[in-house]
Structure formats: structure tokens, C-alpha cells
């Protein structure tokens, strides 16, 4: 399979516990995108990369958060001290951006986070 | 602030009907507007995409109407299966360094059979 994996596909951790969440993009794409998505809304942007380098992050990411993409690889989203309100979908999407034309983003199948 | 609004929030359909979900946006400078389909327990995957040169486009089964004017775009799934239920996504994009995608809240579909 040579899609966006991701792991683990499901955590369970309680409230103050630190997290990290593993995306395997597919192979040599440049781009490489964190959503989080809450039942019934739509993904909402966290942060991207462009190789290894991370050109943005939402407002959605509060100093709990940390991402990293060492040598452009696969990436690592980090939350410290979790709280019930992290509790969502954690998508990762990459995509292989050649400075024109179309940005497909290829998702995986999430990682699902509960904070009890 | 929304960027991107989508309704219904849910819709029923029966097997062989036309499914239609609404997208409406505020940013003009918007250029890339994807539909993502999404399966429980499964991330999103690109449907169909259009630009807002062309008003309309046709894939398959699945068709999307764009108003630029009244910044509105619309997913059309013809003779609908119920293989088609799953929770649709617009979104929207500007093409630029950055490719944000803004996407909007879902619309389930369920499909009868």
C-alpha cells in the first residue's frame, strides 16, 4: 500500500498525559498537512510542511502542540499534557507541490484521540 | 468566521435518485474548490475538484456546479447508489505557496436502497 499511513489508528490516554501521532506520507511527496476533526465537522487545518520545514501553523495550535518532519520524511504531531478537548480526529494529508497546477492532498485514515 | 459553508447537514436519498449537497464561500481570491468523500473510520478522498474557469464538471456519476458570481458550488451524484453513503466534504483553496484547504462541516448521505 503506497498511500498516507498513520499511527496508531487509535489512542486512548488520559487528561495530563503527553501523546505523539506518527504519518507516513507517500513516498516523495513534499507536502505534508495535520488536520484535526471533530465528530460532524470538517478537517480543520493545524500546521504543514514543506519538506522539512514547517511553513505554518493555525491558531488551532496552542503551545501543547509540536510537529516535526525530520529530513523531510515522515512527520511526528506531539500533544503535551492532553485535555478532553483534544479529543478528536487527527488527519494527516501529503501532497506533492510543484510550485504550479493542482495540490491534490491524499489523506490517511487518521489517528483517533480520546482523552478521558 | 466559516469559510466555507456546506448544507445540508444531512440527506436522504433513494437508490437511482440525484443526491445534491451546497457549498457557499466568502473569499474571492478562493481558486480550487475539491469534494472529498469520506467513509467511516476511513479519511477523506478526493471525489472531484474544479476551478472557477469553468462552470461545470462532470466525472462519472458525479457532477459539480460552480456560480462564481454568487460564490456557490454544488455536488450533484446522479442515479445514486447505496455505495454513495458516506459523508461528503466541499472545501477551498487558494493556489498559491500555501494551499490551505478550508473545508466545510459534511452532509451525510444515506442512500436506500
Known amino acids: 500500500d503506497t498511500g498516507v499511513s498513520q499511527n496508531p489508528r487509535h489512542k486512548i490516554t488520559k487528561r495530563g498525559q503527553n501523546v505523539t501521532f506518527r504519518c507516513d506520507p507517500i513516498?516523495?511527496?513534499?507536502?505534508l498537512y495535520w488536520y484535526r476533526q471533530t465528530l460532524g465537522q470538517g478537517p480543520e487545518f493545524l500546521t504543514y510542511?514543506?519538506?522539512?520545514?514547517?511553513?505554518?501553523k493555525s491558531r488551532l495550535l496552542s503551545d501543547r502542540f509540536s510537529a516535526e518532519r525530520p529530513k523531510g520524511s515522515f512527520s511526528t504531531l506531539e500533544i503535551q499534557r492532553t485535555e478532553q478537548g483534544d479529543s478528536a480526529m487527527y488527519l494527516c494529508?501529503?501532497?506533492?507541490?510543484?510550485?504550479?497546477?493542482?495540490?491534490?492532498?491524499?489523506f490517511g485514515p487518521g489517528t483517533r484521540l480520546t482523552v478521558l | 468566521q466559516q469559510q466555507v459553508k456546506q448544507s445540508p447537514q444531512s440527506l436522504i436519498v433513494q437508490k437511482g435518485g440525484i443526491s445534491i449537497i451546497n457549498c457557499a464561500y466568502e473569499?474571492?481570491?478562493?481558486?480550487?474548490f475539491p469534494w472529498y468523500q469520506q467513509f467511516p473510520g476511513k479519511g477523506p478522498a478526493l471525489l472531484i475538484a474544479?476551478?472557477?474557469?469553468?462552470s461545470e464538471k462532470k466525472e462519472g456519476r458525479f457532477t459539480i456546479s460552480f456560480n462564481k458570481s454568487a460564490k456557490q458550488f454544488s455536488l450533484h451524484i446522479m442515479d445514486s447508489q447505496p455505495g454513495d453513503s458516506a459523508t461528503y466534504f466541499c472545501?477551498?483553496?487558494?493556489?498559491?505557496?500555501?494551499?490551505?484547504?478550508?473545508f466545510g462541516s459534511g452532509t451525510k448521505l444515506n442512500v436506500k436502497p
Open positions: 494529508a501529503s501532497s506533492n507541490f510543484l510550485g504550479h497546477g493542482t495540490n491534490e492532498q491524499f
Open positions: 513516498s516523495e511527496h513534499n507536502r
Open positions: 510542511f514543506q519538506n522539512e520545514a514547517q511553513l505554518e
Open positions: 473569499n474571492t481570491a478562493f481558486d480550487y
Open positions: 474544479i476551478r472557477p474557469d469553468v
Open positions: 472545501a477551498a483553496s487558494k493556489e498559491d505557496n500555501f494551499n490551505k484547504f478550508y
